[in-house]
């Protein structure tokens, strides 16, 4: 195995850094791996803001739902899918702007996730670690104003990024059988697989948690859909300009 | 700068593949690979399904708008969002299922990028050369019935993967000011940034294709925007059980 499938199959989520800054030559490698990651129709459609000022991490954290790593971190990213610069290309010719399909709100989340997912293995490669922050979507219109995000954009995901000071345990995945389907998709290997994880993720959390938390996968996502996520989302993002049609 | 920033920053798209077959073994370390991909809530809402039958690539490559590379190439990975083993762990507990926010669609995405991008990274690092394919979604009600896919789960990309018969240049990206914002989003540097860019690209055009093609990437773009696009894919979505609230 290389290096590289070792680095990539090593994945954890890291909340804990030390003092040790994350220079200006480091950002720079993360932010030619993020314009490297593939591009549909090369439209590009994402930005990053990199935020290193205190107060403004601090707002950020709790915007975020109060987690405290995107305080302490080093670096925190914003990753917003964006068509304002596409907007801006289509003026110029005045050109027609049809931007209300469903399509492209896809295709900026997928391009922007293309782009964190490289900066967060170019992260990893330098020695530093990091954890992808959701919550970014939790209060959407306080996050925008507070980094001057333009119309048609919306941030999609945020990164901590340091040093590690802390080990942690990876957490297992779904059984492959699950995931992985050879010429279609067969449903009739979910629910048996689902049953081991079930297992295998509540013997993770038990002992990872020295019995605290005994849940296992199935009854987290049971958990997890039973409420509607981010409701005010939708909104936002038709204010941004996208009318979601 | 070390192996993986290299990979990383030396991406191209390949279409043309040799004869040599991608082994069970690589098959083995691409699907780990996507599996240690991050993902928001650990929830892992994405499935792939691995197609080397050619008589299903020929088919996949009509529906994909007539892109040959999908015949050609030796593995074509289809990459689904995914919420249908959501929807059964919610089953065994007879819990409320809340799944018509936006929000859904946007975190299987992203969870689907992630993946995908870890297994780019993967086969190129053994050798492996690819192009991402949005053309899945230009016919998804098709793809979905050629594939089996089952209710909430949505093509997202496909992935030609090969051992590479052809170099290719690598494409100028936007000047790195148009992408990357300092501390809050700075909306002046974007003009200029789009006018250099557009010499830089239309330059690169004119090159590869000693002259047929010279409109640069703003013209692309508007001309990009200027039409809808995919305008039949909310409705595979609501089909496929997302209201989008």
């Known amino acids: 195995m290389n290096n590289i499938l070792q680095l990539i199959q090593s994945h954890r989520s890291i909340r804990?850094?030390?003092?040790?800054?994350?220079?200006?030559?480091?950002?720079?490698?993360?932010?030619k791996s993020a314009q490297w990651a593939p591009s549909s129709h090369n439209i590009q459609a994402y930005s990053i803001v990199t935020i290193r000022n205190n107060?403004?991490?601090?707002?950020?954290?709790?915007?975020?739902?109060?987690?405290?790593?995107?305080e302490s971190c080093r670096v925190f990213l914003v990753f917003c899918l964006d068509f304002y610069r596409l907007k801006l290309s289509s003026e110029m010719y005045q050109a027609n702007i049809e931007i209300d399909e469903i399509e492209n709100l896809l295709v900026g989340a997928v391009d922007t996730a293309l782009a964190a997912e490289n900066v967060f293995i170019?992260?990893?490669s330098i020695g530093l670690g990091g954890v992808m922050i959701g919550g970014i979507r939790n209060n959407p219109k306080e996050v925008s104003e507070l980094l001057h995000l333009p119309e048609l954009t919306v941030p999609i995901m945020g990164m901590c990024l340091g040093y590690p000071a802390q080990n942690v345990w990876q957490k297992p995945r779904l059984p492959q059988r699950v995931v992985?389907?050879?010429?279609?998709?067969?449903?009739?290997?979910?629910?048996?697989?689902l049953l081991?994880?079930?297992?295998?993720?509540?013997?993770y959390y038990t002992r990872r948690t020295s019995?605290?938390?005994?849940?296992?996968w199935t009854k987290q996502m049971a958990q997890y859909l039973s409420a509607p996520?981010?409701?005010n989302l939708r909104r936002f993002i038709e204010e941004q300009g996208f009318k979601l049609k």
């Open 229 to 231: 996520r981010r409701p």
């Open 16 to 31: 804990k850094y030390s003092d040790k800054p994350v220079t200006n030559e480091v950002l720079e490698e993360l932010y």
């Open 211 to 216: 019995g605290e938390r005994t849940d296992g």
């Open 180 to 193: 992985i389907h050879e010429e279609e998709y067969k449903t009739a290997h979910i629910m048996d697989g």
């Open 196 to 203: 081991e994880y079930e297992e295998i993720s509540s013997d």
């Open 122 to 124: 170019a992260a990893r």
């Open 55 to 70: 107060e403004k991490k601090r707002k950020l954290s709790v915007l975020c739902g109060n987690q405290k790593y995107i």
